[in-house]
């Protein structure tokens, strides 16, 4: 009841003339973080202030959300387990801060639900990903945003399950994570200029075919385009073209970490391409957070 009686106080002192008295009102109100936002946005909503309080409201708004982004993705940084979903959903946080969390494991959890019904342990890989592939694509409906590639739409997790258009990161992302829910071993691997998925070769059945097989992956699979299924030559054959010498990295799966940054190296090309200045210099600042 203090703190809030302590808020609501700070709240009325917003629109102080004197630039010291805000600048010490601004730090005390972000250090409630997100408690002090009901009460932010409840003075915008029920008091006719005049437009200086209103535009400095809506900036401490966005400070708080931003900063609760970068701590918590902070935390999963650090985190044991580094959950691709979690680290997503995080930074659709940050454009969406109202985001329905819930909604996105619900539609997620339908998904698998509908992918699990239609596999078994008696089929194969190639088998499971047809099956795959019939649900992600046929049924529910997922593409590649061949017409807006570089929409900020494309790269949020909950935009994409919304219109079922991404890119081949975020496409990625909810393929594997589905996938891996059901045990099937499927991770990202960041090609340049593309990401793509690789199927790992756990039971080993490729080296029986191929000793040489030195990636332990049975195949890659491209979300991009329906999940088509390709193999280490036709993946050799793009790095070419692009005029790149083959890297381990581009044939084995990469890091949860790895995907995260390109997925904010993604979201800043976007944004850089409709020229939000504010947007590029804060997802900078986010990325920079794994830099080290």
Known sequence: ???????????????????????????????????????LEGSWEKNEFGL????????????????????????????????LLDASIIIAKYQYPDLDVQGIRDEIERIRQAVWLEINEHQTAFEKIKVFNKVFYEMCGFRGNTRSFHSPLSS?????????????????????????SLKIPVFGVNLPNHFVLCYMDENQTQRLLDNENKFGVLFYINTFSRGKIFYENDVTQFLRKLQITPDRSHFEPC?????????????????????NLRKVNELNELRSLFSD
Request: glycine content about 4%; aromatic content about 6%; hydrophobic content about 35%.
């Open 1 to 39: 009841m203090e703190a809030m009686r302590t808020v609501e106080a700070l709240v009325h002192l917003i629109d102080d003339p004197d630039e010291h008295v805000f600048e010490h009102v601004r730090g005390q109100l972000k250090s409630y973080g997100r408690d002090a936002i009901p009460y």
């Open 52 to 83: 200086l309080h209103q535009s400095r409201i809506e900036d401490l708004i966005h400070e708080i959300q931003f900063d609760t982004c970068k701590e918590e993705l902070r935390s999963w940084r650090t985190s044991s387990s580094k959950d």
């Open 156 to 180: 949020y997790v909950n935009t994409v399950l919304e219109t079922r258009r991404g890119t081949p990161l975020t496409l990625s992302l909810i393929y594997s994570v589905i996938a891996q």
């Open 255 to 275: 890091s949860n970490t790895i995907m995260i940054q390109r997925m904010l190296t993604n979201l800043i090309t976007a944004f850089q391409h409709v020229g």
